[in-house]
């Protein structure tokens, strides 16, 4: 069955830097968009970071866009959420999910913590 599992959230010191993997099982990741997103403590999830099925194409939301890189590989199967220069404000539940015309599938999520 289709699985996502996030890893790679911790705590960091604002301008420090993660990566998060979305390790994916279940179906062929050139197959799906991947989609990173996370919520923050009383505040609704937003959209992060994409990355499309077929042909890679990636998006950001505005208030990663710069600091943020989605890439994947295709051979582990997993994608990934370079994240630099992070903000406080980029403390959330970070969760990866795929689909193509709406995402069907959620990962558990992993936190990360942007604080000094």
């Known amino acids: 069955q289709v699985q996502l599992v996030e890893s790679g959230g911790g705590l960091v010191q604002p301008g420090g830097s993660l990566r998060l993997s979305c390790a994916a099982s279940?179906?062929?990741?050139?197959?799906?968009?991947i989609g990173w997103f996370r919520q923050a403590p009383g505040k609704g999830r937003e959209g992060v970071s994409c990355i499309s099925g077929r042909d890679g194409i990636t998006d950001y939301g505005d208030s990663v866009k710069g600091r943020f890189t989605i890439s994947r590989d295709n051979d582990k199967n997993t994608v990934y959420l370079q994240m630099n220069n992070l903000k406080p404000e980029d403390t959330a539940v970070y969760y990866c999910?795929?689909?193509?015309?709406?995402?069907?599938?959620w990962g558990q999520g992993t936190q990360v913590t942007v604080a000094s």
């Open positions: 279940g179906f062929t990741l050139g197959d799906y968009a």
């Open positions: 999910a795929q689909g193509n015309t709406r995402y069907n599938y």
